[in-house]
């Protein structure tokens, strides 16, 4: 009878040594997976027709021609960068449109170093057009072309 009850103390102790290392590890894994699993901020679509996939290649040449212009690459605030598809043309090649916005440190247009600035956050806005993969246009507020690093020439009325 001892032993009996001997053995139900061992299996009652070994159970309850199992259910609290099952705890242990459900708990130890949550927190592992909370830890480890990157957060995901924004829904990433994937293209699915040739169409998509040409905006998309084309929405990367602009995202990566932003930071590099002379306005942003001046004093540009990444953290301001917006840039949103506008559209495309029927042309050959097919031509893509967008619109990039941020805000720069002071006003002024290019690479300003040499010159009196006044600190005062400038708000921007430049159109680009991105054609078989690479940038062909990029003006800043309608004044400043940013390939050419000049300002556009006002048009005759």
Not at 84 to 95: A, D, F, R
Request: glycine letters at 6%; aromatic letters at 8%; charged letters at 20%.
């Amino acid at each position: 009878m001892r032993q009996t009850c001997r053995n139900m103390s061992q299996r009652i102790q070994r159970r309850a040594i199992t259910a609290v290392f099952a705890i242990i590890v459900a708990i130890a894994t949550i927190f592992a997976v909370l830890y480890f699993a990157p957060l995901q901020k924004e829904v990433t679509l994937v293209p699915t027709t040739p169409d998509e996939q040409a905006r998309y290649e084309a929405l990367g040449a602009a995202q990566r021609f932003v930071p590099s212009s002379p306005t942003f690459a001046f004093d540009g605030d990444i953290n301001t960068l917006k840039t949103e598809y506008v559209g495309s043309t029927k042309s050959i090649p097919e031509q893509h449109m967008f619109v990039a916005t941020f805000d720069s440190s002071h006003g002024g247009f290019g690479d300003r170093g040499g010159q009196d600035l006044t600190q005062a956050i400038t708000p921007h806005k430049m159109d680009i057009i991105v054609s078989e993969g690479r940038v062909i246009s990029a003006v800043t507020d309608e004044t400043w072309d940013e390939l050419n690093r000049q300002f556009v020439p006002e048009r005759p009325e």
